[in-house]
């Protein structure tokens, strides 16, 4: 069974850099955008951005954009959002997620049709 | 930006009941291009229905969903234990893709 696997929680303070990761347990990670979505705790979920692996081609919501660093190491089907400078208002549950292919056509914006557990990132001084 | 509203916040039913979870576009949508997921507690969540009406592979012929315009409807036929969960209607096929806030299912 194909998985998303995602690396553990992370508990931060303000101002310090983190990355997380996002494993793509099956051969297929080349072929599909990856994206991050986050959830705020007590709120719905936000898309973030996303990444094509293959030639890393990356899609940034506006909400986020400047903020985050999304990449992608072909050789570890590994995708990784970043933080070089954390905010409190950055504690939340961030999931990667796996967009649809509709008949071998693959679109950044589509419906995730497999996610991750997640990872819990706190930020507090 | 398209608003998604969902209603109601929280549904309280039982094991065999039906379920009809409402998702409300704050503009019409011109393509059905809304998925439906469902995310129990420390699991991943998980696709249930895509392009308003399709559901996706292996999900029980108890979930449907249905819907044009502003407003979508996801409907449980009978509910399973393993059915009570948050559910999220998604707007996606554009840069401003968003999610609604869910509809708790809970005993």
């Known amino acids: 069974e194909v998985q998303l696997v995602q690396s553990g929680a992370e508990v931060k303070k303000p101002g310090e850099s983190l990355r997380i990761s996002c494993q793509d347990s099956?051969?297929?990670?080349?072929?599909?955008?990856i994206a991050w979505v986050r959830q705020v705790p007590g709120k719905g979920l936000e898309w973030m951005g996303s990444?094509?692996?293959?030639?890393?081609?990356?899609k940034y919501s506006p909400s986020f954009q400047g903020h985050i660093t999304i990449s992608a190491d072909k050789s570890t089907n590994t995708a990784h959002l970043q933080w070089s400078s954390l905010k409190a208002s950055d504690t939340a549950m961030y999931y990667c997620?796996?967009?649809?292919?509709?008949?071998?056509?693959?679109?950044?914006?589509?419906?995730?049709?497999?996610w991750g557990r997640g990872t819990l990132v706190t930020v507090s001084s | 930006e398209i608003v998604l509203t969902q209603s109601p916040g929280t549904l309280s039913l039982s094991p065999g009941d039906g379920a009809t979870l409402s998702c409300r576009a704050s503009?019409?949508?011109?393509?059905?291009?809304l998925a439906w997921y469902q995310h129990r507690p420390g699991q991943a969540p998980r696709l249930l229905v895509y392009?308003?009406?399709t559901r996706a592979t292996g999900i029980p012929g108890r979930f449907s969903g249905s819907g044009s315009g502003t407003d979508f409807t996801l409907t449980i036929s009978r509910l399973e234990p393993e059915d009570f969960a948050v559910y999220y209607c998604?707007?996606?096929?554009?840069?401003?893709?968003?999610f609604g806030r869910g509809t708790k299912v809970e005993i």
């Open positions: 503009q019409s949508v011109t393509s059905d291009l």
């Open positions: 392009g308003a009406s």
């Open positions: 990444i094509w692996p293959r030639d890393s081609d990356t």
């Open positions: 998604h707007l996606y096929g554009t840069s401003s893709q968003t």
């Open positions: 099956g051969d297929s990670f080349t072929s599909h955008w």
């Open positions: 997620a796996r967009a649809a292919c509709l008949r071998s056509v693959c679109r950044p914006y589509w419906y995730f049709d497999l």
